[in-house]
């Protein structure tokens, strides 16, 4: 029975294992959605899969539907996101608790591409621009409420408005989101406990 290949760009969020030598993989893909996949014998030295499936690596991946799961048989890795943050232990941990939040909310496997943008657009910032401590807040903040928003957690607000219409992480919306930082987190802590995920 020949088995349709499907190939995307991907997160790996995380990996658990699974059986002696296999692991399962939740992968945030920008043309699948949120896949949890199997991948056999990855945790084998011989394995030519496991380079490309650490937590937090970006890159190509290549799925096949199988009678009870997916199962992952090839994966290309562009970059480690969490590596390269190796060292700044703040945005690491920022990005950690992002991709883990984002591994809890998202259900089902509905195509998102505007949470798969949010997330590349998200780790890019991280990589590429210096912020200070104040700064990092605000993105988090800004990051997690676009996740809510994208995935319908949280009702439009008039003063989010331009917040969540764009990805960008510019300097201009980090100023915006430091300003409303108190009532920000407030409908952030106020919509998870609504979700009681």
Not at 51 to 69: C, M, Q, V
Not at 116 to 138: C, G, H, R
């Amino acid at each position: 029975m020949a088995y349709h290949i499907y190939t995307t760009k991907g997160f790996v969020l995380k990996g658990l294992p699974s059986g002696e030598a296999d692991k399962y993989y939740y992968v945030l893909t920008e043309e699948l959605g949120l896949v949890v996949a199997n991948a056999r014998s990855v945790r084998k030295s011989e394995s030519k899969l496991s380079a490309g499936l650490e937590d937090f690596s970006f890159g190509t991946f290549s799925f096949i539907r199988g009678k009870h799961s997916w199962k992952i048989i090839s994966s290309q890795p562009e970059t480690n996101t969490y590596r390269s943050l190796g060292k700044h232990p703040q945005k690491r941990l920022i990005l950690s608790r992002f991709l883990a939040l984002t591994r809890r909310l998202v259900t089902g496997e509905s195509i998102h591409k505007e949470l798969f943008s949010l997330t590349d657009s998200f780790s890019q910032a991280l990589i590429t621009v210096e912020y200070d401590q104040k700064e990092l807040l605000a993105m988090e903040s800004l990051a997690i409420l676009r996740l809510l928003f994208e995935l319908g957690y949280m009702n439009p607000r008039s003063e989010y408005e331009a917040l969540t219409c764009n990805q960008n992480f510019d300097t201009e919306n980090i100023t915006i989101v430091s300003l409303l930082q108190k009532q920000i987190l407030i409908d952030i802590n106020s919509s998870l406990a609504e979700s009681q995920l």
